[in-house]
């Protein structure tokens, strides 16, 4: 599955919800095993959330597009399919999450494809869930670390940290997750498929017991204006950073 919203796949409440379209395809459809998650446009896996989406609209447009997130991340983290991130540029924030919840990551070796969770930056806090999934990936302590630090990891340092699981020269990423791929698909889907869901299944019901307090709690926090402030401040950043 190719990601491909220009110019940076932010994740829109129109790309969240086809996101989730097409995995409910892909997984009713049973010749399909397995999914390899990458980008259309090598540079950017995914800029993350759309900050226009959070920026200037009101408690009922965040509290569709913060379910809408909700459900993908529910989907894709419990998802039967094998599912292989390809990281052929950027992820940070919301597009490192996506790379977390899948099965198996692989970093295309260029010093600008960074990766990590760097909502700090922005002024603003990863939700609890996003801090589960890195903390399930990569441990409390570097967790801890690279959140208050909002730290964006180039390709060496993901690798040490355990952010992604190989990183590969650029012209090898597309190889390498189909080999990973034979790899996982020579398992049993059965038994694979109940391990993943004995793994993940506490940290998804977390989310799942608090989801409308969580909706609640962004729409709130996102609603101030300090908030408000720093998004568009960070926005006239990127706009700048061109000029
Ligand atoms: C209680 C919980 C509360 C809150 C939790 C909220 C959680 C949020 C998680 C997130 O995901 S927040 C989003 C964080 N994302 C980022 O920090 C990434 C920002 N973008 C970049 O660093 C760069 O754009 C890039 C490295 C991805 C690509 O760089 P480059 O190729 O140089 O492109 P430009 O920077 O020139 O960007 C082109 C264009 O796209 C706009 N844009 C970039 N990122 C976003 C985005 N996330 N959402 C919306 N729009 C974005 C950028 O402003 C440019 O727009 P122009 O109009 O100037 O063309």
Redo the contacts with the bound molecule.
């Keep these: 599955m190719k990601l491909k919203n220009p110019?940076?796949n932010?994740?829109?409440l129109e790309m969240l919800t086809e996101l989730v379209i097409n995995l409910e395809k892909l997984e009713n459809d049973k010749a399909v095993r397995g999914l390899v998650l990458t980008s259309e446009y090598p540079?950017?896996f995914?800029?993350?959330?759309?900050?226009?989406?959070?920026c200037g609209r009101n408690p009922a447009h965040y509290a569709e597009y913060w379910k809408a997130l909700q459900e993908f991340w529910l989907k894709l983290y419990q998802s039967s399919l094998v599912v292989v991130a390809a990281i052929n540029?950027?992820s940070?924030?919301?597009?490192c999450?996506m790379s977390l919840i899948c099965d198996y990551r692989i970093l295309a070796d260029n010093p600008?494809y960074?990766i990590g969770?760097?909502?700090t930056?922005?002024g603003?806090?990863?939700?609890f869930w996003?801090k589960d999934t890195m903390v399930n990936t990569i441990g409390h302590r570097a967790s801890e670390r690279a959140l208050q630090l909002g730290l964006l990891f180039p390709p060496a340092e993901a690798l040490q940290v355990g952010l992604v699981d190989q990183v590969v020269p650029e012209d090898k990423l597309q190889s390498t997750a189909l080999s990973v791929m034979a790899q996982w698909l020579a398992i049993p889907d059965h038994a694979r498929q109940l391990t993943k869901t004995m793994m993940r299944k506490p940290t998804v019901d977390h989310l799942v017991k608090q989801r409308d307090a969580?909706i609640q709690?962004?729409v709130s926090?996102?609603s101030r204006d300090s908030?408000q402030k720093s998004l568009q401040m960070?926005?006239q950043k990127?706009?700048q950073?061109?000029s």
Aim: proline letters at 6%; a neutral charge.
């Design positions: 110019p940076v932010s994740l829109s540079g950017i995914s800029a993350g959330l759309d900050l226009m989406e959070m540029g950027a940070p924030a919301g597009g999450l600008k960074t969770l760097n909502e930056l922005l603003i806090v990863a939700p996003f969580d709690n962004f926090f996102v908030i960070y926005l990127l706009r950073k061109k």
